[in-house]
Every structure is written in C-alpha cells, then in structure tokens.
C-alpha cells in the first residue's frame, strides 16, 4: 500500500523513481505525482506530462500551465495551443525549437520526451 526506497511502486510511493496513486520523486508517475519529471493525471514539477501538467520549465497536457506550455488549454511565457485531443497535431520541430530557444542546456533525454510524439 504505501513504499519508500530507490524503485517503489504503491498507492502511496516516495522514492527515485516512484509510480503510485499517490507519488513523489525525481521521477514521478502516476493519479497525483510530484517530481522533477512528473507525468499523470495531475502532475507537477519542473518537466511535467499529463492531464494536468503544471510546471517550472516544461509542461504538456490537456492543461498546461508552464514557462513552455504545450496542449489544449496553455498558459505561459511560450505558448503552443493544440487542437487535436491526443496531440497528434503537434510539430516536433517546433517544440525542440521552442525548448532550445528557451533553454538551451536542456538535456537531449528532456527533449525527445517532449517531441517524441
């Protein structure tokens, strides 16, 4: 029900890598999550993908709230409105562009989860 460690996986998890219905880490998945990347349903940290995706630097979701804010329903400094509910009508070009731009020292590894699409 509930774990802590390097790996853990629980309704309620803290950890490096955490996936949970409840979840905080350097890598956070899962209903509410909180982490450096955090990808969910309602996901902050400072790289998040979900539903809701709030962040410092990167979020992208239905609701995106973000210095880069890329979905359906944006609010940041970089805007990129999609139309498509899944995203399918996002340019990848224009986001790696949009994410460099901005940040330039961002890692390679950041850049293909917010473009591999």
Sequence with gaps: MA?????SFGAVSLG???LGALSVGLVAGGNICVGVIAFGNLAVGVYSL???????KI???NYAHAHIAIGNSVHGVKELLLQDSNFSDMNP???KKMIL???????SVIQRLFTMW
């Design 3 to 7: 774990s802590a460690g390097l790996f």
């Design 93 to 95: 070009a224009i986001v």
């Design 16 to 18: 490096l890598i955490s």
């Design 50 to 56: 979900g539903n809701c995706a709030v962040a410092n």
């Design 59 to 61: 979020a992208l979701g």
């Design 101 to 107: 731009g901005e940040f330039p020292k961002t890692w």
